[in-house]
């Protein structure tokens, strides 16, 4: 899940600077690294991983799932999120019980069918007509929306024989998506026809906001997609893909500076990219996430999708890739402003190793899959090496390659010299909100090679989160993973709590099923940038590989 926030003041310094970076700055412009793996290379076999599930520790995740369940539903619900320390609520998502459709898909992949029965009761009452607050396109679609449709997918889907619902009952899982997406439309009706992501209800209508940010307007059409497919009536994937066409095809020069590497924000009138800072983070990440992700959904339809997602992966690994001067062992991805780069990152952007993961599952392509791993494991560094076993939300280092007295190279403050010395970062945020990116990118490590070490790690961090996080009647938001006690809690427990983190915590002990990712072109399944798992187009992956004159099949075996 990912979101504006963390990384939202380097995105926005340089709003429309165009190419105003400095003097020094321009004598320390990126120059790629060596070249990339060559295609073709080959890896293990990893089209048939042998799984190793742990019913124990799959069972260990289900009580986690069910104390936080029960802890929202006794003292939030229905209410958006718990104040698990104090049993309070927040009504942070509009008040339509954010928690509940988040919690949906995972109790259903859970079999927590008790639970199911009390969302799948609820889910009719929402009244999405009316919210007291402002409403986020993003946010609104990728929890309520991507949650709606991803249960509608599974009970009518695999976990059919397990349920005896009625047609209307499940029917008005749908209809409800229907309805929200019906009062959310009316933010597509720009000059542009990119969506404001900025609007109020009751009745619909737009802010008025100028601009939209790459991931807020980048990270819908999976699931509006979706509708139309599920629903027949195609005006929704029309709206987002329209939406989608200026991010594929980026004007001007300054909002590409990389190729397939983006600027951060676009204008709702011209359609023109602001400027040209990004990264893998907050407020752009998922709109590269969905490139693949649009192509393992209809690799009929999306093949654009997927070349831009390959130019992207490209220029990530020829420029982007950097190294710890104190730990070169480890392999994180820079940020950029126009083509300098600047050596931070954070938690959301550990999601990168995973989706490195599945596109090289997905094309076929080693090389992919192995950056992919190598970027896992440095985010693993970043849990290992805190008081807690718990990753910060913000890090920096200073790149192995870049002179150490560049202005874009900064060292650590007097404080953390000792943590930069050993562990490769430092601490720049130190907070914990029950982010999912570490063990969502070990689930897709593991899914695609089999190797235990991903569930030892994943394990690790579970029980470190549920020994640092747990209390009162859920699980709360940390103020400092590397402080004793994680710094006190912070009294939150968001959504994606439910939807994330004990889903891909639960996943990566769980028996073998037809939502799980899988390496060998058989998915079903496609995870939205919330987790839930929405039913691939057709029902199951459709073997496109990279398509027009690159070659098929290569490199992997079958
Ligand atoms: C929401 O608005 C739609 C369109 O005006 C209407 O058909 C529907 O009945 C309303 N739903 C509720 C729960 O008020
Ligand atoms: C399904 O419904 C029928 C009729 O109401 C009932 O006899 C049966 O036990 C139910 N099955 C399950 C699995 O709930
Ligand atoms: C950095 O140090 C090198 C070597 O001492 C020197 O040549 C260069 O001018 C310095 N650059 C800056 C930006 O201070
Ligand atoms: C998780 O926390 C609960 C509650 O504190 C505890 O009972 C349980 O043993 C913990 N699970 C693991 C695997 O550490």
Redesign the pocket.
């Known amino acids: 899940m990912h979101i504006f926030r963390g990384v939202a003041a380097f995105l926005a310094a340089s709003h429309s600077v165009a190419a105003a970076a400095s003097t020094a700055e321009q004598q320390q412009q990126a120059s790629p690294s060596s070249a990339p793996e060559a295609p073709g290379e080959k890896l293990p076999p990893y089209r048939h991983p042998k799984y190793h599930p742990s019913p124990k ?1 799959a069972s ?1 995740v289900k ?2 799932f069910r ?1 936080s369940w029960d802890g929202y539903y006794k003292h939030a619900f229905p209410h958006d999120s718990l104040r698990p320390a104090t049993n309070g609520f927040a009504d942070d998502r509009n008040g339509w019980g954010a928690s509940a459709v988040d919690a949906f898909s995972t109790a259903l992949i859970m079999g927590e069918y008790r639970i199911v029965d009390q969302i799948l009761k609820y889910v009719p009452e929402i009244n999405f007509n009316r919210t007291n607050s402002e409403v986020s396109l993003f946010e609104t679609t990728i929890r309520y929306l991507g949650g709606l449709l991803s249960a509608y997918d599974l009970i009518t889907g695999p976990l059919k024989p397990h349920f005896n619902y009625t047609d209307h009952q499940t029917g008005a899982i749908l209809q409800q998506a229907k309805r929200l997406a019906d009062n959310l439309k009316v933010a597509f009706n720009t000059p542009s026809g990119i969506p404001d992501n900025d609007l109020f209800f009751g009745p619909p209508r737009k802010k008025g906001s100028k601009s939209n940010g790459l991931a807020t307007a980048g990270t819908l059409v999976l699931e509006w997609t979706r509708l139309s497919d599920l629903t027949g009536d195609s005006q929704y994937e029309k709206l987002a893909q329209k939406a989608e066409k200026y991010l594929l095809h980026p004007r001007p020069a300054l909002g590409e500076p990389f190729p397939g590497l983006l600027g951060a924000s676009v204008n709702l009138e011209t359609g023109l990219f602001e400027n040209g800072a990004g990264g893998w983070g907050g407020g752009t990440d998922s709109f590269y996430e969905y490139l693949i992700k649009m192509y393992l959904y209809d690799s009929t339809k999306f093949g654009e999708y997927r070349d831009r997602w390959v130019l992207a992966a490209d220029s990530s690994i020829r420029y982007l890739i950097s190294h710890p001067a104190t730990r070169p062992d480890l392999t994180f991805l820079a940020m950029w402003r126009d083509r300098t780069l600047h050596y931070f990152s954070e938690h959301l952007a550990c999601f990168n190793g995973g989706n490195f993961i599945l596109g090289g599952l997905t094309l076929d392509e080693p090389a992919y899959l192995r950056f992919g791993l190598e970027l896992v494991a440095g985010c693993h560094a970043t849990y290992t090496s805190t008081l807690t076993g718990i990753g910060p939300e913000i890090f920096q280092w200073q790149d192995s390659r870049t002179p150490l007295n560049s202005s874009n190279n900064p060292g650590p403050p007097a404080d953390q010299k000792k943590l930069y010395e050993r562990a490769g970062f430092w601490i720049t945020n130190g907070g914990y909100q029950l982010r999912p990116e570490v063990i969502e990118s070990y689930y897709y490590a593991y899914r695609a090679t089999g190797d235990k070490k991903y569930q030892e790690w994943a394990w690790e961090a ?2 470190a989160i ?2 640092t996080c ?1 209390v009162g009647s859920g699980y709360s938001s940390l103020a400092d993973v590397n402080k004793q006690e994680g710094g006190g809690w912070t009294d939150f427990q968001e959504s994606f709590w439910f939807a994330e983190v004990m889903k891909y915590a639960y996943l990566i002990f769980a028996e073998d099923a037809p939502w799980q990712i899988r390496a060998d072109h058989e998915n079903q399944f496609v995870f939205n940038t919330e987790a839930h798992p929405i039913r691939i187009a057709g029902g199951k992956e459709r073997y496109g590989g990279w398509g027009k004159g690159k070659g098929e099949g290569k490199g992997m075996e079958k």
Do not use: P, Y
Request: no cysteine.
């Open positions: 520790r260990a009580q986690a104390i579970f029980v549920n020994a747990r």
